[in-house]
């Protein structure tokens, strides 16, 4: 990845936090608490995909899910 690469990934992550930032009105705990429940979502849809998908339909492939140390 080039220098000028670089940059830009840095600059479209720093827009991304301050967008959700303002989404909270500069709140860093309510946006903390959104982002997490958001991946605890995304986690579950996860797990649930692993469940429910054949490994013929996707030639053996499937996700890997391990639900972290609760």
Known sequence: ?????????????DWE???????HDEDPR???????LDCKHLREQLALAEQFMSRGLTR???????RPED
């Open 1 to 13: 990845m080039t220098a000028a690469e670089m940059k830009a990934k840095s600059a479209d992550l």
């Open 17 to 23: 936090v301050e967008a959700a930032l303002a989404w």
């Open 30 to 36: 309510a946006t903390i608490a959104t982002l997490l």
């Open 60 to 66: 053996g492939w499937s996700p890997q899910y391990h």
